[in-house]
């Protein structure tokens, strides 16, 4: 499990909350990945930024995605590392001669 995933886990136990449904995570999920979309928009394709929004960078948008799917994955008893490195293992195994 990634440490933030963990953190995250214990953060929300602590203050007692619960997580959203899965069909409110995924909306959320939906949402950020727009605002990540956004700004790939505005910093490769032809829409620019509008005089006076709000500045965005990259990374700030992956990790409210990372956020998003860590929430998913704690409901979910999923470990976010071991996720990764099974699909790490296809892209090295299975699709190593593909791209
Ligand atoms: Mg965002």
Redesign the pocket.
Known sequence: MIKEQQVLDEWFKAKGWPYWSPHEILARLM??TG??ARLVNHEYGPKKKKDGEAT?DFE??L???LYTLACFANTHHIDLDSALARSLEKVAGRDKDRF
Request: hydrophobic fraction near 20%.
């Open positions: 949402e950020e605002e990540f965005q700030d948008e990790g409210d995605i």
